[in-house]
């Protein structure tokens, strides 16, 4: 797994050191920043998306938990790299997942890195978990995932889905249009206990917005919006079925 990392300390010959050692030794460390004070450190955090930052506790104008004090809401890992260990406490209770001595050892680098990658690994199944767009049979939502966390939606707001490679727009009766990175397979599945038919292979729709059927070979349906969508020979009779 690829975390994104920042490397935050005021001398440049201790930046250097760990840089060196992270591309040779952490190879799944992709370093995206360095900082030498809180303020440029400030500004990579707010700009990037990240997973840890090496942090040095103390440097000009100011010290790594003025630093975090002013991020506020933390939503990456902490590895503290320092030459003093009375910060230990401090670190514990900024809820530190690392804590490394300089001179700092190789051995106890790769563990730290390990131990991060395993925490973020665990945090992005459990994500992966809430994030996946599903249904709730009680109360009729499904959630679609978002970069920030993801969004709830009432399935009756659904007019229609349509496919897009290995992606779904989903269309509301607010007018709106939701893309989400998941295939229309994916979301029939999740939409399997709500009123939604696949009447062709690009599409999905709430059979409760359809309002009228065209007769043809496959015929088409109009939806209370006006849309008319296609209806696939192979799906004319699942989709009747519904009407039955």
């Known amino acids: ?4 990392a920042i490397l935050v ?7 250097e050191i760990l840089r060196n050692y992270l591309t040779k030794y952490c190879p ?10 809180v303020d440029e450190a400030l500004v990579l955090i707010r700009n990037n998306d990240l997973d840890v930052v090496f942090l040095d506790v103390e440097m000009p104008y100011g010290n790594a938990f003025d630093l975090l004090d002013k991020v506020g809401d933390i939503n990456f890992e902490t590895i503290f790299v320092t030459a003093y260990n009375h910060y230990a406490i401090e670190a514990l209770n900024a809820h530190a997942s690392y804590y490394l001595m300089k001179p700092i050892s ?7 890195v390990d131990y991060v990658t395993e925490i973020r690994t665990k945090e992005d199944a459990l994500q992966d978990q809430v ?5 709730n049979s009680v109360n009729g939502k499904i959630t679609i995932p978002q970069q920030d966390g993801f969004e709830v939606i009432e399935t009756n707001d659904i007019m229609y889905c349509k496919a ?16 989400v990175s998941k295939t229309l397979k994916y979301i029939e599945e999740s939409l399997k206990d709500a ?13 409760n917005e359809i309002v009228k059927y065209v007769k043809g ?3 088409s349906v109009v939806l209370s919006n006006g849309k008319e969508i296609m209806v696939s020979a192979s799906k004319k009779s699942d989709l009747l079925s519904y009407f039955k």
């Open 164 to 179: 897009d490679d290995n992606y779904t727009e989903i269309y509301l009766n607010t007018n709106k249009k939701k893309l």
């Open 9 to 15: 300390e005021d001398e440049e010959k201790s930046r």
């Open 106 to 112: 190789i051995d106890e680098l790769i563990k730290a």
């Open 28 to 37: 799944n460390i992709s370093i995206i920043g360095e900082a030498a004070n």
């Open 1 to 4: 797994m690829k975390l994104n």
């Open 217 to 219: 070979k496959g015929g």
């Open 131 to 135: 994030l996946i767009p599903k249904t």
């Open 195 to 207: 009123n939604f038919a696949r009447v062709h292979k690009s599409y999905l729709v709430n059979v």
